[in-house]
């Protein structure tokens, strides 16, 4: 790893926002779930969430390769647990949805803590996700068509998220950053994948890195990682 690409990975990773997130629920086509996950990358989420209740469409978590190895995505079984992690960080939790109450999503303020839900391919969301989300919002339209697809509606809402965000310049905020020790933790993991899979498996720590992006271990750390 170069020294210029380790850079850009500490920049890209202390811009990152923990507190908005998209939520799937039971999206099932992988190109969709390619096309959220590197428009979640490119907005700076950590991590999405999403209500796959069976193992087949855990794989689809797999999907995007490239922009996947940034984004975590966390399974849920149902929507009840999805929320239930959601509000546990503190969240507002807004839902896609076609109704009387339903707000312009431009009109909400998304630089508080926020997840976003969005419903699958053929049913939308969930009765459910809608009576347990704090508000409903939707995308204005005025042609014959009522509904986006999911990655063009994710793409449009994560956008407006950051444009709001930047105004706040909450990606150039310390106290908004992830955790030093998952800032490690993914820059071990990124830039040195085959020695953080050794290490994993033996049950070692990550050394330090220094700031090349090079690592930094004693003699005993070495000798264990060769130890068969």
């Known amino acids: 790893m170069s020294p210029e690409r380790y850079q850009k990975i500490v920049a890209v990773l202390k ?14 086509k992988p190109n969709n779930v390619s096309a959220v996950i590197r428009s979640a990358d490119a907005v ?45 960080q503190g969240m507002q939790i807004l839902v896609t949805n076609l109704s009387d109450t339903a707000v312009d999503f431009r009109e ?18 969930s009765k459910m ?10 995308v204005p339209m005025v042609g014959m068509v009522q ?4 990655s063009v509606a994710s793409a449009l809402i994560l956008f407006e998220a950051q444009r709001q965000r930047q105004n706040q310049d909450m990606y150039n ?13 993914t820059l071990f993991e990124r830039g040195h994948p085959v020695l953080a899979k050794v290490a994993k498996r033996k049950g070692l720590p990550y ?5 090349a992006g090079q690592i930094v271990a004693d003699s005993n750390w070495w000798a264990e990682m060769q130890r068969r």
Do not use: F
Not at 47 to 68: C, D
Not at 110 to 121: C, D, M, N, R, S
Not at 173 to 185: A, F, G
């Open 44 to 88: 700076g989420l950590h991590k999405i969430h999403a209500v796959w209740p069976n193992e087949k469409m855990r794989t689809l978590s797999h999907t995007s390769a490239g922009a996947r190895n940034w984004v975590e995505v966390e399974t849920h079984n149902t929507i009840e647990q999805a929320y239930q992690a959601l509000k546990a």
């Open 15 to 28: 811009a990152r926002q923990p507190d908005l997130t998209l939520c799937l629920e039971e999206v099932h």
């Open 147 to 150: 509904s986006l697809n999911v």
């Open 129 to 138: 996700a809608v009576e347990m989300a704090d508000q409903d919002i939707i």
């Open 173 to 185: 905020n310390p106290t908004k950053q992830l955790s030093d020790r998952i800032i490690h933790k």
């Open 207 to 211: 050394p330090e890195l220094d700031d």
């Open 108 to 125: 909400v303020d998304y630089t508080k803590p926020t997840a976003i839900v969005l419903g699958g391919e053929k049913d939308g969301t």
